[in-house]
């Protein structure tokens, strides 16, 4: 059962499953050690048991946010509906995807990885490096262009170069934006 | 300064470029810029568990609401708890010899936590009908029916619990006897557990419950028409004593067979010159108790025959411990007593008062002040006879262990609890102070980084990658004493609750100096004293460089805003404390005016509970500024209880019986006022005033320009319907209404409103620019939302045209003035956001041209970094080619949560409460620092570290493309001239 009446309030039961977490008592990852079940931003906190339930005691009925902060894994919120008049029935949806829950079962949707991984180095990185990119184009200038040159008829070539030299030395102003207008 | 523009629009031209990426981190370089640190602030209550061999511990209860079991050989923390706030811990104790018990709200949650590693094991909800005191008491070796019971008073009803499950064996309800219960008593080897409160403040009460069903065996009463102050101790398990109402009459209540005795002894006759303020000390020590009067502590031996003596008084600033059961029956007791920068710790047994079994003097630090609490434990030396060693709780918060004479180990728990944040420069580095000692030599350099490139390269063994781990992390320049180039290395000063100054290194987080202000100490004329406000005093950077940099502190006598305040002046580098004042007028708003002395001295207004301001420095040079200025200087009050804005400036001395020439009266220039029955408000928030806009104009798709509305005195005020203004649940959302408010604070003009149906609060807001972000709870939705508001100036809108620039028509130059009212246009949008929020900030750099990062702090005690770009409220379904060019991002309905752009990565900042930044030199760079429990520090570079190469770069790698290239010129060059060689003999 997910919420019962106790005295003056109602009480919400749930559960957190984390994979790999409260299969057997004690000796926990670390991890989840410090899970921490959190009602409405921060009005009520509670911790896991060892099999992952949890409990809040006396809570009006109305609209409830529950939300599992442990590190490493990402949840959704959970909304919650404790309603006066039919006591018992079970209300929880995710908040992020709209998903309806049938027993008060939180599961992460990720884990979530903080670090970056580092790639292994391969050869490609070096290329794709600013100094990789300089030795490839010194490559490509020192032994392809005078290839291209050769195979160039050298009317062309001459034809290239006044073309060039009528255009004059290209600028910074060409590069900046509205400054190409103006040509 | 046009290459720098043109600089800057390359830059920026640059930035846009980016795709938004997020602030990221490998795990190797955790610790290589930022810290982190662990704190449990001030104990309440200590339970040793050392009996057993292994791990000696002690688990602890702060008042920062944190359980913890620490390492007793170390101090190091094991594990740790922060506990919600509404849930205070009561009462902790450790059952089984392997569960560590806590009753928190009020009686009403027992919890069990693993000793070894804090796993809670199981947890009972204790329905209380009305509210009363909250008692524990968890029996050594008590048995009953192969389970421990553990005794729980708490909302009116005692309780059995098995300390195995958690589990109620039983209840018995007080609710209908009406007794304020005091006292939880088991004697040893009884199954009785003994009740003694008082019913209607004048009947003593004692019931005698069995342990093993909660019936009740025995009632006995004695009527007591005085009535009592505080709270009845017990001395024995038979005899309790407490204080009549007057103070001045002490009850001896004996119980024998089922009968009540009461037997008054006057205080006076006891103690011939007794003043008033007496009370009991409720240390429980047996046989014997302490009253302390206004200038003393008497000890009081109560005999078997019910007589009273007084054994010995001592000095009233005397600490004392509980009682400690030694073998053999014998009980002993701590006393220590604060000397001239020592204190004296002495260990007595109960039986024998007169000598001290133990006397050790400890030298201590003057800054920790006095000692407010004591717990010891004892330990049986080699030669079988019982040494002590003494926890202490300073009057700074720190925890000490003390023993054989010395301080094993100490913790700054004070830093738990940071109340206000500002930063200092280092000092310059001084001629003559060798660098060359920190350098490595070129050799060494070169090795290390060599050693680097085979950690790029993968080529490094796992001991080398220890080592280039190592040389990361000591590197020395981030720890040094003196001002660096980019900034990095500053001063954090933070302010704590125990009213002590620290100055943290920003390289390695270590504490520089620390000083317990004189001015906010506890004192006759000053009884209550918090610390309120850290403010910049001096900053000397062109004038005045011989002084060195100083903090303004201000704090506050008492609880009201009435209250006397008290100020300090400390110097930023060696944290002695130059002047300080007090107790003074009360303070209720410390205004940092724009405005400094020849000695570069900042103005600053103080204004008190009568409206009246008052300037500091008290120096006439510093009067003739203020009055020469004075016709400029605005500011407004906030008075959320009765929902009104005021606005102020200054009008004219004082008229005080004193002549006081820094003193101000003012005049109410503007109120606005929220009808109470449909809007409250809940949150205020405003720009920073060190903040640096770097352009107002902002270049938008097709090259158009929009102008940011930028003043400095834009104030966000947040209100929703009354109903609504209580926790998540409590409102329906057609009852809830958030309304947001753009004010400006100098005209008292609404420059925007906008109004969220079905939102209520809590609302969390930056305000920066010319935007403001705030984050509130979507009723309708049932998420959270973070909305964006951006205000642009209409007014310059036409100097788009370039031929009105060339002829000089514009208003470029025209000043930006709250008077000018200028035609203002907003824009805004809403997106879900997944977490609830504790904190917001914003990235700020040095001349603001990097993009910002929004910080957030969310309820995982995690530092979010999200770019601003995902809150832009231009953001749309299909941006158009120009839009995407410019860097706009497709509209989401959500913003993303990526784990890497956490800049606290995989730590926690537990109670997190601020998250403060500052910029650094270098423009890429911010500094930020995120406090609660837990401190933080870290370097962030939201647009990447585009001005500066990283730590990480590789020289190495540099170098080997430089010979290479090198080479390679060489060889093409050979082969060029043997090639035309060849052409010519051809």
């Known amino acids: 059962m997910l919420i019962y009446r106790n005295g003056g309030g109602y009480t919400i039961n749930g559960r957190v499953k984390i994979p790999g977490f409260g299969a057997k008592g004690f000796g926990l990852p670390v991890k989840a050690n410090n899970a921490k079940v959190i009602l409405n931003g921060g009005q009520r906190v509670t911790f896991l048991k060892p099999d992952g339930y949890f409990s809040f005691h006396n809570v009006p009925a109305g609209t409830h946010l529950i939300e599992v902060d442990a590190i490493g894994y990402f949840f959704s919120p959970v909304r919650v509906d404790v309603s006066a008049r039919n006591p018992g029935k079970v209300q929880a949806a995710l908040t992020e995807n709209r998903r309806g829950l049938n027993e008060l079962v939180l599961e992460p949707l990720r884990e979530e990885q903080y670090y970056e991984i580092r790639e292994p180095f391969n050869i490609m990185s070096i290329v794709k490096s600013p100094m990789g990119l300089m030795i490839g184009f010194m490559v490509v200038v020192v032994f392809l262009m005078p290839k291209l040159v050769e195979n160039m008829d050298p009317e062309e070539i001459r034809k290239a170069q006044e073309e060039m030299r009528n255009q004059g030395v290209p600028s910074i102003a060409n590069l900046m934006p509205g400054g190409g207008r103006s040509n | 300064m046009a290459m720098a523009i043109k600089l800057s629009i390359l830059l920026l031209f640059f930035l846009s470029s980016l795709i938004p990426t997020s602030f990221s981190l490998y795990e190797d370089q955790v610790g290589f810029m930022d810290w982190h640190q662990r704190y449990i602030g001030k104990v309440k209550h200590a339970v040793f568990h050392t009996q057993k061999a292994g791990r000696k511990r002690v688990v602890v209860s702060t008042e920062e609401n944190v359980i913890a079991s620490l390492d007793l050989r170390r101090g190091e923390i094991f594990w740790r708890h922060v506990l919600g706030s509404n849930d205070v811990v009561d009462k902790i104790d450790i059952a089984l010899g392997k569960y560590v018990i806590t009753l928190s709200s009020e009686g009403s949650i027992l919890r069990a936590w693993n000793l070894p590693d804090g796993q809670m094991v199981w947890e009972s909800f204790l329905s209380g009908s009305k509210s009363s005191k909250a008692l524990l008491t968890v029996p050594a070796n008590l048995k ?184 053999e029956g014998e009980q002993a007791f701590a006393l220590v007593q604060h000397g001239d920068s020592k204190i004296h710790l002495s260990v007595r047994l109960v039986h024998d008062m007169s000598s001290n079994h133990l006397k050790e003097t400890v030298k201590m630090d003057h800054d920790r002040g006095f000692v407010h609490k004591i717990f010891i434990n004892n330990y049986v030396r080699t030669d079988r006879s019982h040494g002590f060693r003494a926890l202490i709780v300073m009057e700074d918060h720190s925890l000490l262990l003390l023993q054989q004479g010395e301080i094993v180990w100490s913790r700054e728990d004070g830093l738990a ?349 930056v305000l920066s620019e010319n935007w403001v972000v705030y984050h509130y709870f979507n009723l309708r939705a049932h998420r959270y939302e973070i909305s964006v508001i951006e205000i642009y100036d209409q007014s310059r809108a036409e100097n788009k045209d370039v031929l009105k620039l060339i002829v000089g028509k514009h208003n470029l130059t025209a000043p930006v003035s709250s008077y000018s009212r200028p035609e203002v246009s907003t824009k805004s949008q809403s997106y879900f956001f997944t977490h609830s929020v504790k904190a917001i900030s914003v990235t700020s750099t040095a001349k603001g041209i990097t993009s910002k990062h929004l910080l957030i702090g969310t309820i995982g005690d995690k530092v979010l970094a999200l770019d601003k770009r995902f809150v832009d409220p231009r953001r749309s379904l299909n941006p158009t080619q120009a839009e995407k060019e410019e860097g706009l991002l497709p509209l989401t309905d959500t913003l993303p949560i990526i784990p890497q752009s956490y800049v606290t990565h995989a730590f926690k900042v537990e109670g997190l409460r601020g998250i403060e930044t500052v910029p650094a030199k270098l423009e890429s760079t911010t500094l930020v620092f995120a406090y609660g429990v837990d401190l933080f520090f870290t370097r962030l570079a939201p647009s990447r570290t585009y001005d500066s190469l990283t730590e990480d770069f590789n020289y190495a790698l540099l170098l080997l493309t430089i010979v290479a290239l090198v080479v390679a010129i060489f060889v093409t060059w050979v082969l060029s001239e043997r090639k035309d060689l060849q052409d010519k003999w051809r």
């Open chain 2, 144 to 327: 009953v029916d192969l389970d421990s019971p553990i005794f729980v008073y708490g909302g009116a009803c005692l309780y059995a619990i098995s300390s195995i499950d958690g589990e109620i064996l039983w209840k018995k309800d007080f609710t209908t006897e009406g007794i304020d219960v005091h006292q939880l008593l088991l004697s040893d080897g009884s199954d009785v557990v003994h009740v003694v409160g008082v019913t209607d403040s004048s009947q003593f009460d004692t019931y005698d419950i069995d342990v093993r069903n909660g019936g009740l065996l025995k009632h006995a009463s004695a009527s007591f028409p005085g009535g009592i102050y505080g709270e009845i101790l017990p001395i024995s398990s038979d005899k309790f004593v407490a204080l009549d109402a007057s103070r001045s009459l002490l009850v001896l209540i004996s119980i024998k067979d089922g009968q009540i005795n009461l037997q008054q002894t006057q205080v006076s006759d006891l103690i011939h010159e007794a003043s008033g303020n007496t009370a009991i000390i409720p240390s429980k020590l047996s046989g014997i108790f302490s009253i302390s009067t206004d200038t003393f502590i008497a000890f009081i031996k109560v005999t078997n025959e019910g007589k009273l003596d007084v054994m010995e008084k001592v000095d009233k600033m005397v600490v004392v411990s509980d009682a400690l059961p030694l073998s």
């Open chain 2, 417 to 765: 609890s940071i109340i206000d944040v500002t930063t200092s420069e280092l000092p310059v580095e001084k001629l003559g102070v060798s660098v060359s000692k920190v350098e490595h030599s070129l050799f060494e350099w070169l090795k290390g980084h060599m050693l680097k490139l085979k950690g790029t390269l993968m080529l490094a063994t796992p001991d080398e990658i220890a080592e280039i781990q190592k040389i990361r992390l000591q590197s020395s320049e981030k720890s040094k004493m003196t001002r660096d180039h980019n900034g990095f290395r500053r001063l954090l000063i933070v302010l704590t609750r125990a009213g002590k100054l620290f100055a943290l290194h920003t390289g390695d987080g270590r504490v520089v100096w620390s000083s317990l202000l004189q001015s906010l100490r506890k004192s006759d004329q000053c009884t209550h004293p918090t610390g309120l406000k850290l403010h910049q005093w001096q900053i000397p950077h062109h004038h005045a460089l011989d002084n060195n940099p100083s903090v303004l502190v201000v704090g506050r006598c008492g609880p009201s805003l009435s209250a006397s305040s008290a100020m300090s002046i400390v110097d930023a580098y060696t944290g002695k404390e130059l002047h300080n004042m007090g107790p003074l007028h009360s303070t209720v708003q410390v205004i940092s005016l724009p405005f400094s002395d020849s000695t570069e001295q900042q103005l600053h207004l103080l204004i008190d509970a009568d409206k009246r301001a008052h300037l500091y420095p008290r120096t006439p040079e510093a009067a003739e500024i203020f009055q020469r200025e004075s016709e400029n200087v605005y500011w407004y009050s906030v008075e959320a209880e009765v929902g009104i804005l005021r606005g102020y400036g200054v009008k004219s001395s004082c008229n005080l019986e004193v002549p006081d020439e820094y003193c101000f009266e003012t005049r109410n220039l503007w109120s606005i006022v929220f009808p109470s029955e449909s809007e409250k408000i809940i949150a205020t928030v405003t720009r920073k005033a060190n903040e640096v806009v770097h352009t107002q104009a902002k270049v938008i798709a097709e090259e158009d320009v929009m102008y940011k509305y930028i003043s400095k005195n834009i104030l966000f005020v947040a209100t929703v319907s009354p109903k609504a203004s209580g926790p998540i649940g409590s409102a329906t959302p057609d009852e809830s209404l958030l309304v947001v408010h753009l004010v400006d604070t100098v005209t008292g003009r609404i420059l925007h409103r906008m109004s969220h149906s079905g939102a209520q609060g809590p609302v969390h807001a």
